[in-house]
């Protein structure tokens, strides 16, 4: 079974600064989708960014970007030029190709409480 | 256009009792998740419905239930609800054919005393 693994329960940055939170993840697959979500205090979770694992280019959104390592099977999240918007929680997320089953639903990690200092 | 909406926001219920929770998904889109999302952990899948049909189940006692309507909107039911059932019920929408993306609604919370 898949597994993600968040070990920063919580991380903090000073707006303006760029932070990087890390996710590492467990699966025999070799293919496979990779996202970010940002849960905010008003509970949406929202998409932040998403990589393919086939994909060797490194996604990017805005100031959102990700450094996969597949081989490591590492996929953290950088944020560039901090907001105070930007505090919230972030989970890391992992989706088979497989559809069907439990399979094609999302495991998350148990996310990081991302604080913003002005 | 409208995105995931559920409801309602928040309930209170007695061990017990039952619940139901609703979800409509964005429009066109015709598949429909279920997470649970207990306090200060991510969140666990419940069940995904495709086409009115169950197509994955997650690791949930049977008092968990759900269904697909033709205009693809879900109701999620818990039976006999225990305290540990208290979380944030969250609906996700996707529509398979075009985009391997999930896209969430606010949640519901339950609170069960």
């Known amino acids: 079974a898949q597994t993600v693994t968040q070990s920063q329960p919580e991380m903090s940055v000073q707006e303006a600064e760029t932070v990087t939170l890390s996710c590492t993840y467990d699966?025999?697959?070799?293919?496979?989708?990779l996202f970010w979500y940002k849960q905010p205090p008003s509970r949406q979770m929202i998409l932040v960014i998403r990589?393919?694992?086939?994909?060797?280019q490194n996604a990017t959104e805005n100031r959102f970007s990700v450094n996969f390592q597949k081989a490591a099977k590492s996929f953290s999240l950088k944020i560039s030029d901090s907001q105070l918007g930007d505090a919230a929680m972030y989970f890391c997320?992992?989706?088979?190709?497989?559809?069907?089953?439990?399979?094609?639903?999302?495991?998350f990690g148990k996310g990081t409480k991302l604080s913003v200092k002005p | 256009d409208a995105g995931v909406t559920q409801s309602p926001t928040h309930l209170i219920k007695t061990r017990g009792q039952h619940v139901t929770l609703r979800c409509s998904p964005i429009?066109?889109?015709?598949?429909v998740s279920w997470y649970q999302q207990v306090l200060g952990q991510g969140p666990q899948f419940i069940f995904q419905?495709?086409?009115?049909?169950?197509?994955g189940r997650g690791n949930f006692p049977d008092r968990f239930s759900a269904r697909q309507f033709p205009n693809y909107s879900s109701e999620l039911n818990v039976n006999a609800l225990l305290l540990g059932d208290s979380a944030l019920y969250l609906c996700?929408?996707?529509?398979?054919?075009?985009?391997?993306?999930?896209?969430f609604g606010p949640g519901t919370r339950l609170t069960v005393t």
């Open positions: 990589q393919e694992a086939y994909k060797q």
């Open positions: 997320a992992y989706r088979s190709k497989n559809y069907g089953g439990s399979q094609g639903n999302l495991i």
């Open positions: 699966t025999s697959e070799s293919d496979y989708y």
């Open positions: 429009s066109g889109h015709k598949s």
């Open positions: 419905y495709y086409e009115k049909e169950e197509r």
């Open positions: 996700a929408s996707s529509d398979p054919g075009v985009t391997y993306e999930q896209y």
